[in-house]
Nanobody, 127 residues
Framework: QVQLVESGGGLVQAGGSLRLSCAAS????????MGWFRQAPGKEREFVAT????????VYTDSVKGRFTISRDNAKNTVYLQMNNMKPEDTAVYYC?????WGPGYVGAERNEYDYWGQGTQVTVSS
């Protein structure tokens, strides 16, 4: 099993920045994709960003392009989400997810492409 633990959430004013971290432990894989999703109150969990094993393939949802940056440090089994110029509509619980090792280029933008999930971290952006 893979355990994922997110950290770095909190309260920030609009225009501010936060950096989320997700540390993986247990049975960690090579060649797995990592992703960030978020869920606002009363809404479905939605895709935010994904990164492949090497970091050479990255996909963002349109609403965060140019503001958020996903990265990973495989030596530390950690994935990051740097969030800049944050907006009130970014308020949500943010979840880290890991896929099975489908291949070095694999990325996933759908919830069902991920097998392991963290417990989530709350991010609140005030206007």
């Amino acid at each position: 099993q893979v355990q994922l633990v997110e950290s770095g959430g909190g309260l920030v004013q609009a225009g501010g920045s936060l950096r989320l971290s997700c540390a993986a432990s247990g049975r960690t894989f090579t060649w797995n994709a990592m992703g960030w999703f978020r869920q606002a109150p009363g809404k479905e969990r939605e895709f935010v960003a994904t990164i492949n094993w090497s970091g050479g393939r990255i996909v963002y949802t349109d609403s965060v392009k140019g503001r958020f940056t996903i990265s990973r440090d495989n030596a530390k089994n950690t994935v990051y989400l740097q969030m800049n110029n944050m907006k009130p509509e970014d308020t949500a619980v943010y979840y880290c997810a890991a896929s099975k090792p489908w291949g070095p280029g694999y990325v996933g933008a759908e919830r069902n492409e991920y097998d392991y999930w963290g417990q989530g971290t709350q991010v609140t952006v005030s206007s």
